[in-house]
């Protein structure tokens, strides 16, 4: 009973992890002049990728290197088919007022550059170098959408709808000590609830005999993306659809570029021939899934959360079988 016991409480840890991080990641955009959307591609996407992170750099030093990979492939997976299609069963996400397709275009490319370097065989030092070369530029190209930001507002201050104090959740009173500490309850706690989880539900998992290759895909990819559906299912009940949608586009870049970057660089991660036969193409096809969301303003209403999720227990049992 001990490794459910421990289950439950990783997922607890992370359900108010997330709480805790969306409410300093937005707060945090109110105060210093940041929209929402720039607060959740950068510190919310980093903080729920943590745990991808710790997972994949060490599986390459533990000399399971096809974990890691499992690991950011499947994650990226089910960010989008899971991660959007949970919350929006439970809340509509209305993604009107989302400006993320710059944003997503740049998850594209940083998918398409993946499958690139993947059909290389290897991801190598090379392979390394280039991903985090690709991660520093969207992170620059960020930062200068965050300054252009803050002069226009400097010279045209935002109406009364578009403030940011208008989101629900958003306090403009609330003080810097207070803010900081949700941040760092939310980035330490996400990490640490994965970790909890992912480790016991691998240990109920190998109790089933469950391969290594299937782990990865499906247990600990589900487990390292709950950091990211919990954040996700807080900014939808707070109506925060640019929190969310931002929230795991960020995530995916991050998971390709900076994790597969950083792992690459500890050790070398073959690329098994099951991946670019078919889950690589399963990656990018749930990142077009979403385009009428991002260009076309459709809203994620519990019709699409429906299909998403759905899709995703397709995927999980075709993998299984």
Same mark, same amino acid.
């Given at each position: 009973?001990?490794?459910?016991?421990?289950?439950?409480?990783?997922?607890?840890?992370?359900?108010?992890?997330?709480? /805790?991080?969306?409410?300093?990641?937005?707060?945090?955009?109110? #105060?210093?002049?940041?929209?929402?959307?720039?607060?959740?591609?950068?510190?919310?996407?980093?903080?729920?990728?943590?745990?991808?992170?710790?997972?994949?750099?060490?599986?390459?030093?533990?000399?399971?290197?096809?974990?890691?990979?499992?690991?950011?492939?499947?994650?990226?997976? /089910?960010?989008?088919?899971?991660?959007?299609?949970?919350?929006? +069963?439970?809340?509509?996400?209305?993604?009107?007022?989302?400006?993320?397709?710059?944003? *997503?275009?740049?998850?594209?490319?940083?998918?398409?550059?993946? +499958?690139?370097?993947?059909? #290389?065989?290897?991801?190598?030092?090379?392979?390394?170098?280039?991903?985090?070369?690709?991660?520093?530029?969207?992170?620059?190209?960020?930062? #200068?959408?965050?300054?252009?930001? #803050?002069?226009?507002?400097?010279?045209?201050?935002?109406?009364?709808?578009?403030?940011?104090?208008?989101?629900?959740?958003?306090?403009?009173?609330?003080? %810097? %000590?207070?803010?900081?500490?949700?941040?760092?309850?939310?980035?330490?706690?996400?990490?640490?609830?994965?970790?909890?989880?992912?480790?016991?539900? !691998?240990?109920?998992?190998?109790? *089933?005999?469950?391969?290594?290759?299937?782990?990865?895909?499906?247990?600990?990819?589900?487990?390292?993306?709950?950091?990211?559906?919990?954040?996700?299912?807080?900014?939808?009940?707070?109506?925060?659809?640019?929190?969310?949608?931002?929230?795991?586009?960020? !995530?995916?870049?991050?998971?390709?570029?900076?994790?597969?970057?950083?792992?690459?660089?500890?050790?070398?991660?073959?690329?098994?021939?099951?991946?670019?036969?078919?889950?690589? %193409?399963?990656?990018?096809?749930?990142?077009?899934?979403?385009?009428?969301?991002?260009?076309?303003?459709?809203?994620?209403?519990?019709? %699409?959360?429906?299909?998403?999720?759905?899709?995703?227990?397709?995927?999980?049992?075709?993998?299984?079988?």
């Amino acid at each position: 009973m001990m490794p459910w016991l421990l289950s439950a409480l990783g997922l607890v840890i992370l359900l108010l992890a997330g709480d /805790a991080l969306v409410k300093g990641a937005v707060n945090l955009s109110l #105060r210093v002049g940041i929209p929402a959307l720039i607060v959740s591609l950068t510190v919310v996407a980093f903080g729920t990728s943590a745990p991808e992170l710790l997972i994949s750099v060490n599986a390459v030093l533990d000399n399971k290197p096809g974990l890691a990979l499992g690991n950011v492939v499947g994650s990226n997976t /089910a960010n989008i088919l899971l991660v959007l299609g949970i919350p929006a +069963i439970l809340s509509v996400l209305h993604t009107s007022g989302c400006s993320c397709s710059k944003s *997503y275009l740049q998850m594209l490319a940083a998918t398409v550059l993946f +499958i690139l370097l993947a059909f #290389r065989g290897t991801f190598d030092w090379i392979a390394a170098l280039i991903l985090l070369a690709a991660l520093v530029l969207m992170l620059t190209d960020a930062f #200068r959408d965050t300054l252009a930001h #803050r002069r226009d507002a400097a010279i045209a201050p935002l109406s009364d709808a578009d403030r940011i104090e208008d989101v629900e959740g958003a306090d403009p009173s609330m003080p %810097w %000590w207070q803010i900081m500490t949700f941040l760092v309850l939310g980035l330490v706690g996400l990490p640490l609830g994965a970790d909890i989880l992912v480790d016991n539900a !691998s240990i109920i998992a190998e109790r *089933y005999g469950v391969s290594e290759a299937v782990i990865g895909l499906t247990l600990v990819a589900v487990g390292t993306s709950l950091p990211e559906l919990a954040t996700t299912v807080m900014a939808a009940l707070r109506k925060q659809a640019d929190v969310a949608l931002g929230n795991v586009i960020g !995530s995916n870049m991050f998971n390709l570029l900076g994790i597969i970057g950083v792992a690459a660089l500890v050790g070398n991660i073959p690329v098994d021939p099951q991946f670019l036969r078919f889950d690589l %193409w399963v990656m990018l096809g749930t990142a077009l899934l979403i385009i009428p969301f991002v260009f076309f303003k459709f809203d994620i209403n519990r019709f %699409w959360g429906i299909v998403l999720t759905f899709t995703y227990v397709a995927y999980v049992s075709f993998i299984l079988i």
